[in-house]
């Protein structure tokens, strides 16, 4: 079941229209769990920081938590999966920026390491979390075709970018390296990385290279959803290491939870 509010009340078919109909916004994703979201911060400041660098307009922080507050007392419910998205309202030129806060079933990572299929492809403005997403899933979809659970995307030199809807991180064992290219840097990714530093475990951001996802390698996937391991990338294996998941949450445990409502 899906709630939708528009500007911190439900919404109209008339709300809904411009959202809709018009490829044009962007958005974050995370989990609510007993009311509480872990590092909100993080998703409030994406949210200002893409609404300036998209519309030249800063989102009040305050205004996205009213509005979620609103959607969460209302609904009453205390676990969901929340997906907020920012885009220009054409209807009331007084609030230029219209708010929408879906609340749907919480969600949870997949069991089992993921089969990936590698595609030559980077996103269009990578930075941002704007909702022009065909690509991306019309790529996984042809992975799926493939035989393989998701896409992986590289560039033309066969750097690894980063997923079709999540970051990764390799792990040899002593240190997680992440992929500089230029990609979505995820609200996951930055709490693991803060909470990987809090824990004492050496990091790296540098140039991937497709070719090192083998064997002698461990890889895990990053999302709103949760930390996934990788199996093989193009039919290569790598090593599953069930303890990096559990480092991983190790890591998370050291983040601030923010309780909504």
Not at 103 to 122: D, I, K, M, N, T
Not at 133 to 146: G, N, S
Not at 165 to 187: C, E, F, K, M, Y
Request: hydrophobic share 45%; net charge neutral; proline share 6%.
């Amino acid at each position: 079941m899906m709630a939708l509010y528009w500007n911190g009340r439900p919404a109209t078919l008339q709300d809904l229209a411009v959202p809709a109909l018009r490829n044009d916004g962007h958005f974050t994703t995370f989990q609510l769990r007993e009311r509480a979201v872990l590092g909100l911060d993080l998703h409030l400041q994406r949210l200002d920081e893409a609404s300036r660098a998209l519309f030249g307009i800063g989102l009040d922080p305050d205004r996205v938590r009213a509005s979620l507050r609103a959607a969460v007392v209302e609904t009453g419910v205390r676990d969901a999966t929340v997906r907020i998205t920012v885009v220009p309202s054409a209807l009331d030129a007084q609030v230029p920026l219209g708010l929408l806060v879906a609340l749907s079933p919480p969600a949870e990572p997949g069991v089992g390491p993921l089969r990936l299929r590698s595609f030559v492809f980077q996103r269009d403005t990578p930075t941002i979390k704007h909702v022009g997403t065909f690509a991306q899933f019309q790529r996984q979809r042809l992975a799926r075709e493939a035989g393989a659970d998701d896409a992986l995307f590289v560039d033309g030199q066969g750097e690894v970018v980063e997923g079709s809807v999540w970051n990764l991180g390799l792990w040899d064992g002593v240190t997680v390296a992440w992929p500089q290219a230029d990609a979505l840097r995820g609200t996951r990714e930055r709490l693991l990385q803060a909470g990987l530093a809090a824990l004492g475990v050496p990091q790296a951001v540098r140039p991937v290279m497709l070719a090192e996802l083998d064997s002698g390698m461990a890889a895990f996937t990053c999302n709103a959803r949760g930390q996934q391991l990788i199996g093989d990338v193009d039919g290569r294996a790598l090593t599953v290491d069930p303890g990096l998941l559990a480092l991983l949450d190790r890591a998370l445990g050291t983040q601030p939870r923010t309780v909504v409502a």
